[in-house]
């Protein structure tokens, strides 16, 4: 059978890795402190900062889990989408990957409720969180669409 819409996965793809590229290097929040000071880290200066004053093991996870697995999702589904046979195949393993799609926008936005409710600091979302959870739905869109044309194939 023929694919209905073949540009379709190809479209989202790119929109997926774009809004990812963004959400990694754009800020994520920013955090007000005693009306003096302001932080707006973005994702891939979060992971630097706690690697350069030797939180190794929190930056690694947080690398992991934020940047490789994204990442790898979005290569394995531009692998699948582009592939010569025209029939996505998605490795079996690829699923567990996907439980982790919107764990840091939940991380994120615990940070901003936890900062609001303290007292201490004020906090608001930044472009950052935004793009990288539009690149977190569009990658379980593409996933699904991928999975949906595998099985129709």
């Not at 900062?49 to 930056?59: E, H, I, P, S, T």
């Not at 936890?114 to 472009?127: Q, R, V």
Request: hydrophobic residues 60%.
């Amino acid at each position: 059978m023929a694919r209905k819409f073949p540009l379709l996965l190809p479209l989202i793809l790119f929109a997926a890795t774009f809004c990812f590229a963004l959400g990694v290097v754009l800020p994520l929040i920013q955090v007000d402190r005693l009306y003096f000071f302001t932080d707006q880290p973005s994702l891939i200066g979060v992971v630097t900062g706690l690697w350069n004053q030797g939180d190794v093991l929190l930056a690694a996870v947080i690398g992991l889990f934020s940047v490789v697995f994204p990442a790898l999702k979005l290569a394995l589904l531009h692998c699948a989408a582009y592939a010569e046979h025209h029939s996505p195949r998605i490795p079996a393993w690829f699923r567990a990957l996907a439980n982790w799609s919107m764990l840091d926008v939940v991380l994120v936005a615990l940070v901003v409720f936890a900062a609001k409710t303290s007292g201490l600091a004020t906090a608001f979302t930044k472009p950052g969180l935004w793009f990288f959870a539009a690149s977190a739905l569009l990658t379980a869109s593409a996933s699904a669409l991928a999975k949906r044309e595998a099985t129709e194939h």
